[in-house]
């Protein structure tokens, strides 16, 4: 159903309209891609270097891709100049890795002289990027909130606020325990849901007659941060 463009992957030549058909396909590509992206993350902010990176990889893979062709030496020549790139970005989260695989094998479908096969997969992509973004897939119950807690560190965390978290709250699971100021203290990181119609003054005054009054914090939960550098 889906034919490549390129009459062979075999020949030593490139024929440029195809070729500049490719590019183009991947361009476009890769602009729709960033700009989806950019709705995607509209609530938790995008980097503008990370979407240039996105409208402009479909095309370069498309490149890297049409000069190998099926020949091995070039393939292995490829392999090793990529390899001798360093890559100093920091790890962004699971969304980003798949969009950056996503507008790859867009490149790659690109490359391959497949344009029709890319458009279709890319916008089905795209809409389904769109949809579970601005939905409420796989967000948490919307009463569920992060607590914070400071204690110092002759108290037993294990059970000491188990009487509060009865009275205040539904559910309550300890995430994790860290050491702060230079050991003498403990913080305590709890997914809680609260109780309907509670008082979170009054639940984080009862906290503080347990913890020795030191530092609360009660808020959402934490999400994968986009990455911003």
């Not at 030549?13 to 590509?29: K, Y």
């Amino acid at each position: 159903m889906f034919e490549s463009i390129f009459t062979s992957t075999a020949q030593d030549t490139i024929s440029i309209g195809p070729a500049m058909l490719g590019l183009l396909t991947a361009l476009v590509l890769g602009l729709l891609i960033g700009i989806a992206y950019m709705i995607a993350c509209k609530k938790d902010g995008y980097n503008k270097n990370f979407i240039i990176g996105l409208v402009l990889l479909p095309a370069i893979v498309s490149v890297v891709i049409l000069l190998i062709g099926s020949n091995v030496a070039r393939a292995f020549s490829m392999a090793g100049a990529f390899a001798l790139v360093r890559f100093r970005s920091a790890p962004g989260n699971a969304k980003d890795i798949a969009v950056v695989f996503f507008t790859m094998a867009a490149g790659l479908a690109c490359g391959l002289g497949y344009v029709a096969f890319a458009a279709i997969f890319a916008v089905v992509i795209i809409l389904v990027l769109i949809v579970l973004s601005v939905s409420n897939f796989g967000d948490m119950a919307s009463g569920n909130r992060q607590l914070k807690i400071t204690i110092p560190e002759n108290l037993n965390y294990t059970d000491a606020f188990n009487e509060v978290f009865d009275s205040y709250t539904t559910n309550s699971q300890l995430r994790k325990v860290k050491t702060t100021n230079m050991g003498t203290l403990f913080e305590l990181t709890y997914t809680v849901a609260l109780k309907k119609d509670v008082n979170e003054k009054n639940f984080i005054d009862a906290l503080r007659v347990k913890n020795g009054n030191l530092n609360i914090v009660l808020g959402i939960p934490e999400t994968e941060s986009t990455n911003l550098n």
